[in-house]
């Protein structure tokens, strides 16, 4: 099992920066593919950015790139998501989810991952 637990989501305004973090427990991260998703109300949950196990891939929606930055610090457990340039459509909850097994390899496919956060919240102002 893994647990994972975000933080580092507030209220900020629009152009403003947020670094989201991930921590996890219960099992070495460097194992597993880590991914960020988003849900704002009313819509589905969305792929944000995903990191291989090893750190060396790294894929993200069109939405984000550019201006969101995922990292890895396995000597941590912990998984980043530096968001710069923020917008008010970036508002929503964030999640962050464990892919195992997935050393080489990033998927943006919700369904390919195992354990799930319960999210931080994130509001832009416009």
């Known amino acids: 099992q893994v647990q994972l637990v975000e933080s580092g989501g507030g209220l900020v305004q629009a152009g403003d920066s947020l670094r989201l973090s991930c921590a996890a427990s219960?099992?070495?991260?460097?194992?597993?593919?880590m991914g960020w998703f988003r849900q704002a109300p009313g819509r589905e949950r969305e792929f944000v950015a995903a990191?291989?196990?090893?750190?060396?891939?790294?894929t993200y929606a069109d939405s984000v790139k550019g201006q969101f930055t995922i990292s890895r610090d396995n000597a941590k457990n912990t998984v980043y998501l530096q968001m710069n340039s923020l917008k008010p459509e970036d508002t929503a909850s964030y999640y962050c989810?464990?892919?195992?097994?997935?050393?080489?390899?990033?998927?943006?496919?919700?369904?390919?991952?195992?354990?799930w956060g319960q999210g931080t919240q994130v509001t832009v102002s416009s």
């Open positions: 989810a464990a892919r195992r097994g997935y050393y080489y390899t990033a998927t943006n496919r919700i369904h390919d991952y195992d354990y």
């Open positions: 990191v291989s196990g090893n750190g060396g891939i790294t």
């Open positions: 219960g099992r070495t991260l460097s194992s597993y593919a």
